[in-house]
C-alpha cells in the first residue's frame, strides 16, 4: 500500500482530527483514511452504465432501436496489433 506524509498541518487542524478519530473510536491515521476514501470515492457517484441506462429509458429507446446499430455494425474482424 501507498504511504502518504502530509506536511505543515496547522495544530488545530491536527487537534480537531485527533478529536474526531476519538469520538469515532478511530486512531488518527484511520480517521484521516476514511475521510480521504469519503472525499475521494463518494456512493452518490455518478456510474457510467446506470447514467446510459438512464438516458435511454428517458429518451425512449426500444431493444428495436438497438437492433439497428447491431445490423450496420462493421463485423469485419480487427487485424491484431503488431510490434515490430
Known sequence: MAMLT?????DDIHRALRVRAAQHGHSTEAEVR???AIAVKPETRVRLGEALAAL?????????????F???????????LRFE
Open 34 to 36: 476514511e475521510i480521504l
Open 70 to 80: 447491431n445490423q450496420e455494425r462493421d463485423k469485419t474482424p480487427a487485424n491484431p
Open 6 to 10: 502530509v506536511r505543515n498541518l496547522p
Open 56 to 68: 435511454g429509458c428517458k429518451i425512449g429507446l426500444t431493444n428495436e432501436d438497438f437492433e439497428v
